[in-house]
């Protein structure tokens, strides 16, 4: 059985840093893409950042490029989201994804529960 679980989330003041964590068991997670992604209240689920089988490969939204860095460690099968300048914008429940395409099978997506974030003074 697959599992994703995030921690690290809580509450922090506006310009501070917080590191979620997204430990992964059941599946081959090196072969995968890990993305985190966040929920705002009230909004969809968007996309804030992902990370390429391997690491190689590594991409943002604009919103907090520059801010935050996302990693892996495939020995561990972790995935990082390190959050650096932290606003009230980035308030949101922030979920982990595991994604792979397969030509045979299709694409695979699991999810992790969410981990809450709240900025604020």
């Known amino acids: 059985q697959v599992q994703l679980v995030e921690s690290g989330g809580g509450l922090v003041q506006p310009g501070g840093s917080l590191r979620l964590s997204c430990a992964a068991t059941?599946?081959?997670?090196?072969?995968?893409?890990m993305k985190w992604y966040r929920q705002r209240p009230g909004e969809e689920r968007e996309l804030v950042a992902r990370?390429?089988?391997?690491?190689?490969?590594?991409a943002y939204v604009p919103a907090v490029k520059g801010r935050f860095s996302i990693s892996r460690d495939d020995a561990k099968n972790t995935v990082f989201l390190q959050m650096n300048s932290l606003n009230t914008e980035d308030t949101a429940v922030y979920y982990c994804?595991?994604?792979?395409?397969?030509?045979?099978?299709?694409?695979?997506?699991?999810w992790g529960q969410g981990t809450q974030v709240t900025v604020s003074s």
């Open positions: 994804n595991a994604n792979r395409y397969e030509e045979l099978t299709g694409e695979t997506d699991y």
């Open positions: 059941g599946l081959a997670f090196s072969l995968y893409e």
């Open positions: 990370i390429k089988s391997g690491g190689g490969i590594r």
